[in-house]
């Protein structure tokens, strides 16, 4: 059994959350695959909002395992309180969640040393969650990294204290302040112990086992394809490889065992952060969707910049990723739109281009636009897809066409009830 695979296509808060937990009834394992609490997944049902981080979506749904896999990143206080609400929400976390023994440990060490070096970039800082993410990561390609493996063994403590003393060192080049330190490990060490009531696992073994046993797994991605390490619009990306192959490494999965591959995308586009953002509105059509889309970062509470839909960047991650399936969400945002615009192509350095270039950072991308009629109509009661209006089935045939992939399920709200899965 092949492993299909779930991602965003564009920077980010596509709501890949939302479409896993609808997804997840036909899979048996649902398994995040990178990034760390960073992530902010929303989900929506029985009137209730919940926002996950680290733990995959999939959480709510019965007698689904979910699997964090060794290329995510852990806060194991964040965790512990992701924990306590699925408690508070009667889920049996002690049965449904599986840790990888490989999995990164973010430090309270880490977090000073991003804060510390967000702040000494100033203006040219990258909008980090501060969350120590990308410390984490350079601890572990620079194999000095603890690992959620390490916390059984008997000299944890001391391995975790040359890490620590390793960081104070790089802290002092910042005269940042430590002072907060000695309380923010009793709480990360009391975390930590909370945590070994999850099962720890050799997630490789476990995950392919479960897959040549036929089970149906489902691997989750955090953070969109344009904030990808490698691909993304560096240096304003994420520190891990958020595209389809980050599903191989993060999880153990051969290539050849990748199967469906569905990419989620806006019906517009927003960022969080700095970065090049070329069909970014600073009017009111930009207001409209920040507003209608409530349009605030689930894991920092920042505002996100909201802009038209770009096509080029769309075709850039499809093809990265090999997406087989397109999901389109926030249809229900853009409906009272008399029309909609599109970037078709950019004027990028004196010619007109229809691709991502790679120094889009220091030479601005000029987008170039195609004009479409809104579909002036309320989508958040729309049951089926012979509903839909007339301009929003253009919408989506627009875009299948230019991007070569078929769009096979519309997000209309927020609940997982207004997912509309088409033909």
């Known amino acids: 059994m092949k492993v299909d695979v779930l991602l965003g296509l564009q920077w980010g808060d596509e709501g890949k959350g939302k479409i896993v937990d609808v997804l997840t009834p036909e899979y048996d394992m649902i398994s995040r695959f990178q990034g760390g609490p960073n992530a902010g997944h929303t989900l929506i049902f029985n009137n209730t909002k919940h926002v996950l981080h680290t733990i995959p979506s999939g959480v709510f749904r019965e007698d689904t395992e979910n699997v964090i896999g060794n290329g ?14 699925l408690k508070q929400a009667d889920v ?18 880490h977090r000073m040393l991003d804060a510390a070096s967000e702040q000494a970039k100033g203006k040219g800082k990258i909008g980090s969650t501060l969350k120590g993410i990308g410390p984490t990561y350079m601890d572990k390609t620079g194999r000095n990294g603890l690992r959620v493996g390490d916390t059984e063994a008997d000299n944890f403590k001391e391995q975790y204290d ?12 910042y005269d940042f302040d430590t002072t907060a330190l000695a309380d923010l490990e009793k709480e990360w060490f009391a975390a930590v112990e909370e945590m070994k009531a999850i099962p720890f696992i050799d997630s490789e073994h476990h995950v392919n086992r479960a897959r040549v046993a036929g089970k149906r797994i489902l691997a989750e991605g955090a953070q969109g394809s344009l904030l990808d390490i490698d691909f993304g619009s560096y240096p304003f990306v994420t520190s891990s490889n958020t595209i389809a192959a980050g599903a191989c490494t993060g999880l153990g999965i051969a290539p050849g065992n990748i199967g469906e591959v569905y990419g989620i995308f806006k019906a517009y586009c927003t960022r969080v952060g700095s970065g090049p953002f070329p069909t970014e509105l600073f009017d009111d059509n930009g207001k409209e969707l920040a507003e209608k889309g409530h349009e605030f970062g689930a894991t920092t509470g920042r505002p996100r910049r909201c802009g038209w839909l770009d096509l080029p960047a769309l075709k850039y991650a499809t093809m990265l990723n090999g997406v087989t399936q397109l999901i389109m969400t926030k249809a229900d945002v853009m409906s009272d739109m008399d029309t909609i615009q599109v970037c078709t192509h950019y004027k990028y350095r004196g010619k007109v281009i229809d691709y991502l270039p790679y120094d889009i950072c220091n030479f601005e991308a000029e987008p170039i636009y195609k004009e479409i009629s809104g579909w002036k109509a309320d989508l958040t009661g729309v049951s089926s897809a012979d509903q839909f209006p007339s301009q929003l089935n253009d919408y989506i045939a627009f875009i299948e066409k230019e991007v070569g992939v078929p769009v096979k399920i519309v997000s209309v709200g927020p609940d997982r009830e207004q997912t509309i899965i088409l033909d």
């Open 72 to 85: 995510v990143v852990i806060d194991p206080v964040i965790f512990k309180s992701e924990i306590a609400n």
């Open 162 to 173: 040359t890490l620590k003393n390793k960081h104070l060192a790089l802290l002092s080049h």
């Open 92 to 109: 049996a976390v002690e049965k449904v969640i599986l840790i990888s023994k490989k999995a990164h440990l973010i430090l309270p060490t």
